[in-house]
Protein backbone atom coordinates (compact mmCIF):
# COMPACT_ATOMS: atom_id res chain seq x y z
CA UNK A 1 0.00 0.00 0.00
CA UNK A 2 1.23 3.44 -1.50
CA UNK A 3 2.30 5.53 2.14
CA UNK A 4 0.47 8.64 2.48
CA UNK A 5 2.24 12.17 2.11
CA UNK A 6 1.91 12.52 5.49
CA UNK A 7 3.83 9.33 6.45
CA UNK A 8 6.59 10.55 4.09
CA UNK A 9 6.59 14.08 5.83
CA UNK A 10 7.03 12.50 9.06
CA UNK A 11 9.97 10.56 7.67
CA UNK A 12 11.66 13.74 6.01
CA UNK A 13 11.44 15.96 9.19
CA UNK A 14 12.80 13.38 11.59
CA UNK A 15 15.88 12.06 9.82
CA UNK A 16 16.41 15.73 8.82
CA UNK A 17 16.48 16.30 12.60
CA UNK A 18 18.64 13.47 13.42
CA UNK A 19 21.33 14.39 10.85
CA UNK A 20 21.48 18.07 11.40
CA UNK A 21 21.24 17.34 15.43
CA UNK A 22 24.72 18.42 15.75
CA UNK A 23 24.58 21.59 13.24
CA UNK A 24 21.47 22.71 15.40
CA UNK A 25 23.57 22.03 19.06
CA UNK A 26 26.37 24.33 17.39
CA UNK A 27 24.84 27.10 15.90
CA UNK A 28 22.42 27.37 19.03
CA UNK A 29 24.87 27.24 21.91
CA UNK A 30 27.13 29.59 20.18
CA UNK A 31 24.50 32.01 18.72
CA UNK A 32 24.08 32.44 22.63
CA UNK A 33 27.45 33.21 23.51
CA UNK A 34 27.89 35.66 20.16
CA UNK A 35 24.39 37.15 21.07
CA UNK A 36 26.48 38.54 23.93
CA UNK A 37 29.94 39.65 22.57
CA UNK A 38 29.53 43.17 24.75
CA UNK A 39 29.23 41.14 27.98
CA UNK A 40 32.46 38.45 27.47
CA UNK A 41 34.43 36.86 25.52
CA UNK A 42 32.76 33.96 23.89
CA UNK A 43 35.73 31.98 22.88
CA UNK A 44 38.59 33.20 25.38
CA UNK A 45 38.86 33.20 28.99
CA UNK A 46 40.74 36.56 29.69
CA UNK A 47 42.62 37.31 33.11
CA UNK A 48 44.24 39.67 33.63
CA UNK A 49 47.20 40.83 36.76
CA UNK A 50 48.55 43.73 37.82
CA UNK A 51 51.89 43.66 37.87
CA UNK A 52 54.87 46.47 39.14
CA UNK A 53 57.93 47.15 36.33
CA UNK A 54 60.93 48.36 37.92
CA UNK A 55 63.19 48.74 34.74
CA UNK A 56 64.04 52.06 32.47
CA UNK A 57 61.72 54.76 32.57
CA UNK A 58 60.24 56.05 29.37
CA UNK A 59 62.51 56.59 26.50
CA UNK A 60 64.89 54.78 27.05
CA UNK A 61 66.45 51.63 25.71
CA UNK A 62 65.00 48.29 27.34
CA UNK A 63 67.01 44.96 26.17
CA UNK A 64 65.83 41.48 25.85
CA UNK A 65 67.64 40.43 28.85
CA UNK A 66 65.74 43.65 30.65
CA UNK A 67 62.40 42.70 29.87
CA UNK A 68 63.68 38.52 30.56
CA UNK A 69 64.49 39.34 34.22
CA UNK A 70 61.28 41.57 34.53
CA UNK A 71 59.19 38.23 33.14
CA UNK A 72 61.20 35.71 35.26
CA UNK A 73 59.82 37.58 38.53
CA UNK A 74 56.31 37.24 37.18
CA UNK A 75 56.79 33.56 35.80
CA UNK A 76 56.32 34.06 32.32
CA UNK A 77 60.40 34.03 31.16
CA UNK A 78 59.48 31.00 29.30
CA UNK A 79 56.23 32.10 27.60
CA UNK A 80 58.22 35.08 26.18
CA UNK A 81 58.33 36.18 22.16
CA UNK A 82 58.49 39.79 21.71
CA UNK A 83 58.96 42.83 23.02
CA UNK A 84 58.25 46.81 21.31
CA UNK A 85 57.74 50.28 22.36
CA UNK A 86 54.26 51.02 21.13
CA UNK A 87 54.90 55.21 22.38
CA UNK A 88 57.41 55.88 24.32
CA UNK A 89 56.15 55.61 27.53
CA UNK A 90 54.42 51.81 27.14
CA UNK A 91 56.46 48.76 26.72
CA UNK A 92 54.24 45.73 25.68
CA UNK A 93 55.75 42.41 25.83
CA UNK A 94 54.02 39.56 23.96
CA UNK A 95 54.27 35.97 25.58
CA UNK A 96 52.11 32.75 24.77
CA UNK A 97 48.81 33.28 24.56
CA UNK A 98 49.03 37.00 26.04
CA UNK A 99 50.82 40.06 26.46
CA UNK A 100 51.94 42.53 29.16
CA UNK A 101 51.45 46.15 28.83
CA UNK A 102 53.23 48.38 30.96
CA UNK A 103 53.53 52.21 31.63
CA UNK A 104 56.69 53.32 31.69
CA UNK A 105 55.92 56.86 33.74
CA UNK A 106 54.16 54.66 36.36
CA UNK A 107 55.47 51.24 36.31
CA UNK A 108 52.03 49.88 36.23
CA UNK A 109 51.82 46.82 34.23
CA UNK A 110 48.87 44.32 32.93
CA UNK A 111 49.33 40.64 31.73
CA UNK A 112 46.36 39.57 30.07
CA UNK A 113 46.56 36.04 29.48
CA UNK A 114 43.83 33.81 27.00
CA UNK A 115 42.84 30.61 27.68
CA UNK A 116 40.59 29.05 24.82
CA UNK A 117 36.72 28.34 26.49
CA UNK A 118 36.71 24.70 25.75
CA UNK A 119 34.03 23.82 23.41
CA UNK A 120 32.57 27.33 23.02
CA UNK A 121 35.97 28.10 21.10
CA UNK A 122 34.99 25.51 18.61
CA UNK A 123 31.52 26.16 17.77
CA UNK A 124 32.12 29.90 17.46
CA UNK A 125 34.70 29.40 15.26
CA UNK A 126 32.62 27.49 13.12
CA UNK A 127 29.41 29.90 13.61
CA UNK A 128 31.43 32.84 13.33
CA UNK A 129 34.25 31.93 10.77
CA UNK A 130 33.00 29.44 8.42
CA UNK A 131 35.67 28.79 5.51
CA UNK A 132 34.16 27.11 2.45
CA UNK A 133 33.29 23.62 2.75
CA UNK A 134 31.92 24.75 6.42
CA UNK A 135 29.94 27.62 4.43
CA UNK A 136 28.52 24.67 2.32
CA UNK A 137 27.45 22.62 4.91
CA UNK A 138 26.18 25.30 6.81
CA UNK A 139 23.94 26.44 3.56
CA UNK A 140 22.54 22.89 3.38
CA UNK A 141 21.60 23.02 7.67
CA UNK A 142 19.77 26.41 6.54
CA UNK A 143 17.81 24.40 3.81
CA UNK A 144 16.90 21.52 5.98
CA UNK A 145 15.91 23.82 8.56
CA UNK A 146 13.54 25.38 6.54
CA UNK A 147 12.18 22.21 5.64
CA UNK A 148 12.44 20.88 9.41
CA UNK A 149 10.16 23.68 10.01
CA UNK A 150 7.41 23.38 7.22
CA UNK A 151 7.30 19.86 7.59
CA UNK A 152 6.97 20.29 11.63
CA UNK A 153 3.53 22.51 11.01
CA UNK A 154 2.08 19.12 9.55
CA UNK A 155 3.48 16.41 11.38
CA UNK A 156 0.44 16.35 13.56
CA UNK A 157 -3.44 16.44 12.79
CA UNK A 158 -6.54 17.48 14.21
CA UNK A 159 -7.19 20.07 16.44
CA UNK A 160 -3.79 20.12 17.76
CA UNK A 161 -2.17 20.49 14.34
CA UNK A 162 -2.21 23.23 11.90
CA UNK A 163 -5.85 23.95 11.59
CA UNK A 164 -6.24 24.04 15.72
CA UNK A 165 -3.63 24.91 18.50
CA UNK A 166 -0.98 25.07 15.96
CA UNK A 167 -1.88 27.55 14.05
CA UNK A 168 -2.09 29.67 16.93
CA UNK A 169 1.18 29.02 18.51
CA UNK A 170 2.80 29.64 14.80
CA UNK A 171 1.13 32.76 14.48
CA UNK A 172 2.50 33.64 17.95
CA UNK A 173 6.07 32.96 16.96
CA UNK A 174 5.40 34.85 13.76
CA UNK A 175 4.04 37.78 15.55
CA UNK A 176 7.22 37.95 18.00
CA UNK A 177 9.55 38.87 15.85
CA UNK A 178 7.13 40.91 13.63
CA UNK A 179 6.59 43.10 16.59
CA UNK A 180 10.32 43.27 17.52
CA UNK A 181 10.91 44.72 13.92
CA UNK A 182 8.17 47.25 13.89
CA UNK A 183 9.42 48.38 17.52
CA UNK A 184 13.07 48.49 15.66
CA UNK A 185 11.74 50.24 12.38
CA UNK B 1 14.02 1.88 7.84
CA UNK B 2 14.26 1.58 4.33
CA UNK B 3 12.55 4.75 3.70
CA UNK B 4 14.46 6.41 6.85
CA UNK B 5 17.56 5.59 4.37
CA UNK B 6 16.27 7.01 1.27
CA UNK B 7 16.18 10.46 3.08
CA UNK B 8 18.98 10.23 5.01
CA UNK B 9 21.43 9.27 2.78
CA UNK B 10 21.27 12.15 -0.02
CA UNK B 11 21.82 14.37 2.54
CA UNK B 12 24.89 12.24 3.99
CA UNK B 13 26.04 11.91 0.95
CA UNK B 14 25.69 15.70 -0.20
CA UNK B 15 27.87 16.30 3.53
CA UNK B 16 30.35 14.01 2.43
CA UNK B 17 30.72 15.46 -1.04
CA UNK B 18 32.48 18.57 1.26
CA UNK B 19 35.39 16.20 1.24
CA UNK B 20 38.04 16.80 3.64
CA UNK B 21 37.03 17.45 7.48
CA UNK B 22 37.19 20.81 8.79
CA UNK B 23 40.72 22.13 8.79
CA UNK B 24 42.60 22.21 11.85
CA UNK B 25 43.86 25.41 13.27
CA UNK B 26 47.32 26.57 11.85
CA UNK B 27 50.16 24.88 13.80
CA UNK B 28 53.29 26.98 14.20
CA UNK B 29 55.83 26.42 11.04
CA UNK B 30 52.60 25.52 8.76
CA UNK B 31 51.41 26.80 5.95
CA UNK B 32 47.54 27.73 6.07
CA UNK B 33 46.62 27.55 2.38
CA UNK B 34 43.08 26.28 0.63
CA UNK B 35 43.53 24.52 -2.44
CA UNK B 36 41.95 26.29 -5.36
CA UNK B 37 41.12 25.17 -8.37
CA UNK B 38 42.56 28.54 -10.02
CA UNK B 39 46.04 28.92 -9.11
CA UNK B 40 46.76 32.29 -8.26
CA UNK B 41 49.30 34.32 -9.80
CA UNK B 42 52.92 33.93 -8.49
CA UNK B 43 53.56 36.40 -5.43
CA UNK B 44 56.16 39.19 -5.70
CA UNK B 45 57.67 39.03 -2.12
CA UNK B 46 58.04 42.69 -0.85
CA UNK B 47 59.49 44.21 2.24
CA UNK B 48 57.09 45.60 4.58
CA UNK B 49 58.83 48.91 4.42
CA UNK B 50 58.27 49.28 0.78
CA UNK B 51 54.43 48.09 0.69
CA UNK B 52 53.39 50.54 3.41
CA UNK B 53 55.11 53.08 1.79
CA UNK B 54 53.86 52.63 -1.81
CA UNK B 55 50.88 50.39 -1.17
CA UNK B 56 48.80 52.08 -4.49
CA UNK B 57 51.58 50.40 -6.39
CA UNK B 58 50.55 46.68 -5.47
CA UNK B 59 46.56 47.02 -5.44
CA UNK B 60 45.65 43.67 -6.56
CA UNK B 61 48.63 42.27 -7.13
CA UNK B 62 49.48 38.80 -5.10
CA UNK B 63 52.71 39.71 -2.80
CA UNK B 64 53.73 38.35 0.20
CA UNK B 65 55.13 40.06 3.24
CA UNK B 66 56.83 39.70 6.38
CA UNK B 67 55.84 40.94 9.88
CA UNK B 68 55.37 40.52 13.30
CA UNK B 69 51.58 40.29 14.67
CA UNK B 70 50.40 43.30 16.30
CA UNK B 71 47.11 43.01 16.94
CA UNK B 72 44.00 40.54 16.12
CA UNK B 73 40.55 41.72 15.89
CA UNK B 74 39.27 40.34 19.50
CA UNK B 75 35.69 39.87 18.04
CA UNK B 76 35.88 36.95 15.75
CA UNK B 77 39.77 37.19 14.29
CA UNK B 78 38.70 38.40 10.73
CA UNK B 79 41.80 41.45 10.53
CA UNK B 80 44.80 41.56 12.07
CA UNK B 81 47.79 44.08 11.93
CA UNK B 82 51.65 43.31 11.11
CA UNK B 83 54.37 45.75 12.00
CA UNK B 84 58.02 46.00 11.20
CA UNK B 85 60.30 47.16 13.42
CA UNK B 86 59.35 50.31 13.61
CA UNK B 87 56.01 49.77 15.34
CA UNK B 88 54.63 52.53 13.40
CA UNK B 89 54.47 50.69 10.18
CA UNK B 90 51.97 48.32 9.97
CA UNK B 91 49.63 47.24 7.76
CA UNK B 92 46.18 45.44 7.88
CA UNK B 93 45.48 42.29 7.08
CA UNK B 94 42.10 40.89 6.54
CA UNK B 95 41.32 36.88 6.94
CA UNK B 96 40.70 35.35 2.89
CA UNK B 97 38.15 32.63 2.43
CA UNK B 98 40.98 30.00 2.76
CA UNK B 99 41.83 31.38 6.10
CA UNK B 100 38.46 32.00 7.70
CA UNK B 101 39.75 33.59 11.06
CA UNK B 102 43.07 34.44 12.71
CA UNK B 103 43.68 32.84 15.80
CA UNK B 104 44.38 35.56 19.02
CA UNK B 105 47.36 33.77 20.01
CA UNK B 106 49.36 34.67 16.50
CA UNK B 107 49.63 38.24 18.39
CA UNK B 108 53.53 38.59 18.66
CA UNK B 109 54.22 36.08 16.30
CA UNK B 110 56.51 36.91 13.11
CA UNK B 111 54.44 35.68 10.09
CA UNK B 112 55.18 35.33 6.51
CA UNK B 113 51.50 36.52 4.46
CA UNK B 114 50.71 35.92 0.79
CA UNK B 115 47.58 37.85 -0.56
CA UNK B 116 46.29 40.87 -2.95
CA UNK B 117 46.45 44.04 -1.97
CA UNK B 118 43.48 45.24 -1.78
CA UNK B 119 42.36 49.51 -1.79
CA UNK B 120 39.25 50.39 0.03
CA UNK B 121 38.30 53.89 -1.14
CA UNK B 122 36.35 55.83 1.61
CA UNK B 123 34.26 59.25 0.38
CA UNK B 124 30.91 60.61 0.73
CA UNK B 125 29.02 57.98 -1.24
CA UNK B 126 30.61 55.47 1.28
CA UNK B 127 30.11 57.19 4.13
CA UNK B 128 26.28 57.44 2.64
CA UNK B 129 26.21 53.69 1.65
CA UNK B 130 27.04 52.76 5.65
CA UNK B 131 24.54 55.18 6.68
CA UNK B 132 21.99 53.59 4.56
CA UNK B 133 22.52 50.22 5.78
CA UNK B 134 20.28 48.75 8.49
CA UNK B 135 20.67 51.22 11.08
CA UNK B 136 21.41 48.60 13.56
CA UNK B 137 24.10 46.99 12.04
CA UNK B 138 26.41 45.38 14.17
CA UNK B 139 29.56 47.89 14.16
CA UNK B 140 32.14 44.76 14.14
CA UNK B 141 30.61 44.11 10.14
CA UNK B 142 30.05 48.19 9.75
CA UNK B 143 34.41 48.61 10.07
CA UNK B 144 34.49 45.40 8.25
CA UNK B 145 33.57 46.91 5.44
CA UNK B 146 36.85 48.64 4.58
CA UNK B 147 37.63 51.07 7.93
CA UNK B 148 41.42 52.37 8.78
CA UNK B 149 43.44 50.96 11.21
CA UNK B 150 42.31 53.24 13.90
CA UNK B 151 38.87 52.55 13.75
CA UNK B 152 39.96 48.63 14.14
CA UNK B 153 41.91 49.15 16.77
CA UNK B 154 38.86 50.77 18.64
CA UNK B 155 35.88 48.94 17.37
CA UNK B 156 33.77 51.29 16.04
CA UNK B 157 30.56 49.99 18.09
CA UNK B 158 31.46 52.43 20.94
CA UNK B 159 30.81 55.33 18.03
CA UNK B 160 29.29 56.39 15.30
CA UNK B 161 31.46 54.51 12.20
CA UNK B 162 30.11 56.65 9.66
CA UNK B 163 30.74 60.08 12.00
CA UNK B 164 34.13 58.83 12.80
CA UNK B 165 34.93 58.05 8.89
CA UNK B 166 33.31 61.94 7.60
CA UNK B 167 35.62 63.40 10.62
CA UNK B 168 38.73 61.61 8.92
CA UNK B 169 37.68 62.92 5.29
CA UNK B 170 37.67 66.50 7.23
CA UNK B 171 40.70 66.53 8.98
CA UNK B 172 42.51 64.93 6.06
CA UNK B 173 40.80 67.95 4.05
CA UNK B 174 39.84 65.70 1.34
CA UNK B 175 36.67 64.21 -0.48
CA UNK B 176 38.35 60.93 -0.45
CA UNK B 177 41.15 58.36 1.26
CA UNK B 178 42.04 55.09 0.48
CA UNK B 179 42.53 52.33 3.11
CA UNK B 180 44.46 49.09 2.17
CA UNK B 181 44.27 45.40 3.43
CA UNK B 182 45.62 42.20 2.23
CA UNK B 183 43.54 39.55 1.76
CA UNK B 184 45.15 36.57 2.72
CA UNK B 185 44.85 33.37 1.15
CA UNK B 186 47.85 31.95 3.48
CA UNK B 187 50.28 32.77 6.02
CA UNK B 188 52.98 31.09 7.46
CA UNK B 189 54.42 31.14 11.20
CA UNK B 190 58.37 31.79 11.44
CA UNK B 191 59.79 29.95 13.91
Same mark, same amino acid.
Given at each position: MAKSWRYWNRVLHRDLGYVFFGATIIYAVSGIALNHLDDWNPSYSVTHQVVRWEGPGPGAAISKDQVLGFLDEIGERDAYKKHYNPTREQLKIFIDSGSVVIDLYSGKGVVEKLERRPILYEFNFLHYNPKRLWTWYSDMYCVALIIVAVTGLLVIKGTKGITGRGAWLTGFGILIPAILLWMYL | MKQSMLIALPVLVLAA?? *? +? /?IDEPAAEGTVVEEAVAEAPAEPQVVELAALVGSTAAYVDQVVTVTGTVDHVCKHGGKRLFIMGEDPEMRFKVTAGEAIGAFER?? $? *?SDITVTGIVEEQIIDEAYIDSLEAE +? /? +? $?DAEEAHAEGADAEAEEHHAGEGDQAAHLRQMLADNGSDSMSFYSLDCSSFEIIE
Open positions: - | CG *G +A /PEL $E *G +A /P +A $E
